[in-house]
């Protein structure tokens, strides 16, 4: 069965610094990948996603993530975080044949100025 | 514009009472999902239909039930079998693995 770690479960950073958000994931085969956002009290929001191809995904917000499977790993980053980034992610993780994925405990991020 | 309606935001019942939690989409989504969220435990699934008229349990059904007699509808049912049903519900839908996500209904039981 497919599984998720966010090994992070709180992140502090100061405004105008780099981010990145861990996330490791357990699957035979190659998996679809995603990173959500979800603010206070919300939804969740879909910042990216990997099916295939181009291991460097661009999102939405200014957020990448990067698929490497030698280390089944797919890594949120944004080069200089913006106190309006301060929210939870969560990354999640499907398979072929199956609509539902398997989502993370998640990492809440903290902005400081 | 197309969405997920969840409704009401926040919700309070006493202990013992069976309360219906509402999902409407109008995306044409096939597939539907109820998510439960405590804190330091992500999300868990519910249940999830990927069709009308069908739906299967998720990780932590009981106590829990569903029905999907529209397309546009996946109302959850929390019972009163439920042991502690004090905690966010996140409804969702998806198309090739595209989820759309409700914003929420928070449930207090007293």
């Known amino acids: 069965a497919q599984s998720v770690t966010q090994p992070d479960i709180h992140i502090t950073v100061s405004e105008g610094a780099s981010l990145e958000l861990r996330c490791n994931y357990s699957?035979?085969?190659?998996?679809?990948l995603f990173w959500y956002v979800q603010s206070p009290g919300q939804g969740l929001q879909l910042l990216l996603k990997?099916?295939?191809?181009?291991?460097l995904v661009q999102g939405i917000k200014g957020f990448e993530a990067e698929f490497k499977r030698s280390q089944s790993s797919f890594n949120l980053r944004k080069p200089s975080v913006h106190w309006s980034d301060a929210a939870e992610y969560f990354c999640?993780?499907?398979?072929?044949?199956?609509?539902?994925?398997?989502f993370g405990t998640g990492t809440k991020l903290q902005v400081i100025p | 514009d197309g969405g997920i309606t969840q409704s009401p935001k926040y919700l309070f019942r006493k202990e013992g009472q069976n309360v219906t939690l509402s999902c409407e989409q109008n995306?044409?989504?096939?597939?539907m999902y109820w998510y439960r969220q405590d804190p330091g435990q992500g999300l868990r699934l519910i249940y999830y239909?990927?069709?009308?008229?069908?739906?299967q349990k998720g990780d932590i059904a009981e106590g829990y039930s569903v029905s999907r007699e529209k397309k546009e509808s996946f109302p959850l049912t929390v019972t009163s079998a439920q042991k502690n049903p004090t905690a966010f519900y996140l409804c969702?839908?998806?198309?090739?693995?595209?989820?759309?996500f409700g914003s929420g209904t928070r449930l207090t039981v007293v």
């Open positions: 969702a839908s998806s198309i090739n693995r595209d989820y759309t």
């Open positions: 699957y035979g085969a190659t998996p679809y």
């Open positions: 990997y099916f295939s191809g181009d291991t």
């Open positions: 999640a993780v499907g398979e072929e044949g199956y609509q539902k994925v398997t």
């Open positions: 995306l044409n989504h096939d597939a």
């Open positions: 239909s990927q069709i009308v008229n069908d739906f």
